[in-house]
């Protein structure tokens, strides 16, 4: 069977330019589905990880859920039970008994919405403790940016000087396009330039530098505040905790307490 020979390329340039134009596409399409792979793996293992949390803390919890259902119910039958033999014996003083079970429970919900309300108070005193520093970081910033303006004029004249040198070269060669760009360039740049007498510098610095001290006073009375308030909320804490740590004894205490 004869075979014919593919026919030779009569332009090996434009070929040569058409294959590494292909093979460059091909490149790119290769890269962005690795990204697109890499990307879609990223994902699966974060889903992975995900369920694998879920997994892990149902572990066994179909047989402990069905235990401590039927504990769960074991107890409140206890319970009623319990109740009811001691209403049986207690009677009229049942009512007496119940008005000091939830006088107990009252104080000890006072005390949760006390902690609640300073943990709030606490966390409105750290923001604001936070707002006052970065306001005592800018008035800073500013007063040390005051105080270094001079040579930051100096400079921007330089750069003025340094445009007007370059605009004199172009001027003796007749490059008069580049003379007008750069005369624009430097009028532009010029603008911007203010240099404040010594009097009005110095007024400046002075607001600036107590506006920052200010600032600064403010922060560290805030910070105070913030800690003051932390300190609140720990207390409070405490003794919550051990008003529930105490809560069965306490309780049984008052019960038994007569009453005046």
């Given at each position: 069977?004869?075979?014919?020979?593919?026919?030779?390329?009569?332009?090996?340039?434009?070929?040569?330019?058409?294959?590494?134009?292909?093979?460059?596409?091909?490149?790119?399409?290769?890269?962005?589905?690795?990204?697109?792979?890499?990307?879609?793996?990223?994902?699966?293992?974060?889903?992975?990880?995900?369920?694998?949390?879920?997994?892990?803390?149902?572990?066994?919890?179909?047989?402990?859920?069905?235990?401590?259902?039927?504990?769960?119910?074991?107890?409140?039958?206890?319970?009623?039970?319990?109740?009811?033999?001691?209403?049986?014996?207690?009677?009229?003083?049942?009512?007496?008994?119940d008005r000091k079970?939830?006088?107990?429970?009252?104080?000890?919900?006072?005390?949760?919405?006390?902690?609640?309300?300073?943990?709030?108070?606490?966390?409105?005193?750290?923001?604001a403790a936070a707002?006052?520093?970065?306001?005592?970081?800018?008035?800073?910033?500013?007063?040390?940016?005051?105080?270094?303006?001079?040579?930051?004029?100096?400079?921007?004249?330089?750069?003025?000087?340094?445009?007007?040198?370059?605009?004199?070269?172009?001027?003796?060669?007749?490059?008069?396009?580049?003379?007008?760009?750069?005369?624009?360039?430097?009028?532009?740049?010029?603008?911007?330039?203010?240099?404040?007498?010594?009097?009005?510098?110095?007024?400046?610095?002075?607001?600036?530098?107590?506006?920052?001290?200010?600032?600064?006073?403010?922060?560290?009375?805030?910070?105070?505040?913030?800690?003051?308030a932390a300190a609140?909320?720990?207390?409070?804490?405490?003794?919550?905790?051990?008003?529930?740590?105490?809560?069965?004894?306490?309780?049984?205490?008052?019960?038994?307490?007569?009453?005046?």
């Open positions: 069977m004869d075979t014919k020979a593919a026919p030779r390329s009569t332009n090996p340039e434009a070929e040569l330019a058409e294959q590494q134009k292909a093979l460059k596409e091909t490149q790119d399409a290769i890269a962005k589905l690795t990204r697109s792979a890499s990307g879609t793996e990223a994902t699966i293992a974060a889903l992975q990880a995900k369920i694998a949390s879920v997994q892990q803390a149902l572990a066994g919890y179909d047989t402990r859920s069905k235990a401590m259902t039927k504990q769960l119910n074991e107890y409140q039958d206890k319970i009623s039970q319990k109740t009811r033999i001691a209403e049986t014996v207690l009677k009229d003083d049942k009512d007496k008994l079970i939830q006088q107990f429970q009252d104080g000890l919900d006072a005390q949760l919405a006390t902690l609640e309300t300073a943990c709030a108070e606490a966390g409105e005193a750290a923001a707002e006052a520093n970065a306001q005592a970081t800018q008035k800073q910033f500013e007063f040390e940016a005051k105080k270094k303006s001079a040579g930051d004029v100096q400079a921007l004249l330089d750069g003025v000087a340094s445009l007007l040198d370059q605009a004199n070269k172009a001027e003796t060669q007749g490059e008069y396009v580049t003379l007008y760009g750069l005369a624009k360039i430097a009028r532009t740049l010029i603008d911007t330039i203010k240099v404040d007498d010594t009097d009005t510098l110095t007024q400046a610095l002075r607001t600036l530098q107590d506006d920052a001290e200010a600032a600064r006073d403010n922060a560290t009375g805030l910070r105070q505040d913030a800690m003051s609140h909320v720990a207390a409070e804490k405490a003794a919550y905790e051990a008003a529930q740590a105490g809560r069965t004894a306490n309780l049984l205490k008052a019960l038994n307490t007569p009453e005046p």
